[in-house]
């Protein structure tokens, strides 16, 4: 505890304005923000077939949600200017750590070793490969399909 | 009238001018914190910027390893409930509510208002945990470990796989032998017929499975053997993978007789008639989750690290919020304990922020 016998709000602070109704209000906001990012789980949601859209807009609502909260909620809307030195340097190593793992780790894909290729996970509709033996080419062999492939040989 | 200066250069002015105010009253010099605000509340915020950090880190590891993979797990794949993630989020929000209630009610010296709000914060965040909870459970049931030897998890169905399946057989075969042996036994001293005992009659159904399962793996095993790379056997590897956790209908492979009747009656239990998109469609370790068999996911190691990493560490931070509620809530929360309660809350509501960002990655991406 500080030298000031109570920590509350010597200067600087939130004031008493803040009214319960401004919190069930942001609480509401968070509600709808809240059932709108599931909303793109659902049937309903048209943009399926294009997961980058769905992914955009529940990063824009998951922001919106993460400002009301900092705002209101942790009430740095009415904070003097001390919060921008603890939140904007955090919030720049934050990028900085997010970006130095790209060349590295986010874009291992571009430079594996055969074998590594081998043994990684593939995804699930992607076809068997059929693989020569008997002649003939690899294209005859995509389009037989693996079944064609197998009956083949 | 001159206007007062402020304190600060009052203290100022005092300590340039002490070294030659000779003989005058002595200054009462007055502590100043460097920014306008208590220094617990100082130390909560700094600690929350190297919060921010450490999640950041965390969740952008995840954002890199998720898009740089080549493939990663669709949540019913790992038995990830969307709803259930949407209920986490909502009580999250709730406590939220409720910790900045008692605040007020603490700043207007509500003393039993605040202890009921920091109550009602506190079941919140049992609940949270109490379904974060259920849902490991549900990962660990399936074999989602982020580590082996618990983790039944394989990234493709190759003849690695083939063996590890053949292994579990081999297992299961000798453990439902020796339960055989003693029903015998008991049954020896003790009639009715053993065709009429329901352990009995549940053993054997569970031999006969096992016992189709060794002669369908021995068939695709032995495919896969021959020639790993050939699409014949990788098929009838996917086959056997998708028929132990279901991903999607293949056509047998199955050849030799004895093994295409085992497939027959091995696929005639996961069949029920699902719709196209296998809404319906469930594999032989749902059916029967004694069978404990190893699982194809592909990405699927990746993800059980990465979400039990993310989750775990946010876990932690909801538990250490809750101790603390646990120690304020005998104490009187009044004005006085007011500062208390909003470092507190903004410790909670920070722990909140980190959930709004791992909902949605982790659920609906």
């Known amino acids: 505890m500080s030298e000031h016998g109570h920590e509350h709000d010597p200067g600087g602070g939130h004031d008493d304005h803040v009214g319960i109704a401004k919190y069930i209000y942001v609480f509401i906001a968070l509600c709808i923000l809240t059932t709108m990012s599931f909303f793109t789980y659902s049937s309903y949601w048209p943009f399926h077939e294009q997961p980058n859209i769905g992914r955009s807009f529940m990063m824009a609502v998951s922001c919106t949600k993460a400002l009301l909260v900092i705002l209101f909620f942790m009430h740095v809307k009415y904070e003097a200017n001390w919060k921008y030195v603890l939140t904007i340097p955090a919030a720049f190593m934050s990028l900085f750590l997010l970006l130095a793992l790209v060349p590295d780790i986010g874009m291992r894909g571009h430079w594996l070793s055969e074998e590594r290729r081998l043994h990684m996970a593939e995804p699930r509709s992607k076809a068997p490969k059929p693989v020569l033996h008997h002649g003939g080419s690899h294209e005859q062999q995509d389009a037989e399909g693996p079944a064609a492939g197998d009956k083949a040989r | ?365």
Request: charged letters at 20%; glycine letters at 8%.
């Open chain 2, 1 to 365: 009238m001159m206007a007062e200066p402020p304190t600060h250069a009052r203290a100022h002015s005092a300590a340039e001018h002490a070294g030659h105010d000779h003989g005058g009253a002595a200054v009462a010099l007055e502590y100043h914190p460097g920014l306008p605000i208590p220094n617990g509340k100082l130390i909560v915020w700094l600690f929350l910027s190297t919060e921010i950090m450490f999640f950041a880190g965390l969740i952008g590891t995840y954002i890199v390893l998720r898009f740089g993979a080549s493939t990663w797990p669709v949540p019913h794949e790992v038995h990830l409930s969307e709803p259930i993630g949407a209920f986490n989020t909502f009580v999250l929000i709730c406590s939220s509510v409720t910790v900045v209630l008692s605040l007020e009610a603490a700043k207007a010296g509500k003393t039993a208002s605040a202890k009921g709000w920091l109550l009602a914060t506190l079941v919140l965040g049992g609940v949270f945990l109490g379904v974060k909870a259920y849902e490991y459970n549900a990962k660990f049931s399936h074999g989602i470990y982020p580590w082996r030897p618990h983790s039944r998890i394989y990234e493709k169905a190759d003849l690695n796989y083939a063996a590890a399946v053949r292994t579990r057989l081999e297992s299961l075969k000798s453990q439902l032998d020796g339960e055989a042996t003693a029903i015998k036994e008991r049954l020896a001293k003790t009639p009715p017929a053993i065709e009429k005992d329901p352990a009995a009659v549940e053993l054997f159904e569970k031999q006969e499975l096992v016992d189709n399962l060794v002669i369908y793996e021995k068939d695709v095993e032995i495919k896969a053997a021959t020639d790993p790379n050939a699409a014949g056997a990788r098929a009838a590897l996917d086959e056997m993978a998708s028929l132990i956790m279901f991903h999607n209908e293949i056509e047998t492979q199955a050849t030799d007789p004895d093994a295409a009747r085992a497939r027959a009656a091995l696929a005639k239990l996961v069949d029920h008639g699902g719709d196209s998109n296998g809404a319906q469609h469930e594999g032989l370790n749902d059916e029967h989750e004694w069978l404990k068999l190893p699982v194809v996911i592909p990405g699927g190691n990746m993800w059980a690290s990465t979400y039990f990493l993310l989750t775990g560490f946010h876990a932690l931070h909801v538990l250490l919020g809750l101790i603390v509620f646990v120690i304020m809530i005998p104490m009187t929360l009044g004005v006085m304990a007011a500062g208390l309660v909003e470092n507190i809350g903004l410790y909670w509501h920070f722990v909140d922020l980190v959930w709004i960002f791992l909902f949605p990655l982790l659920y609906l991406f």
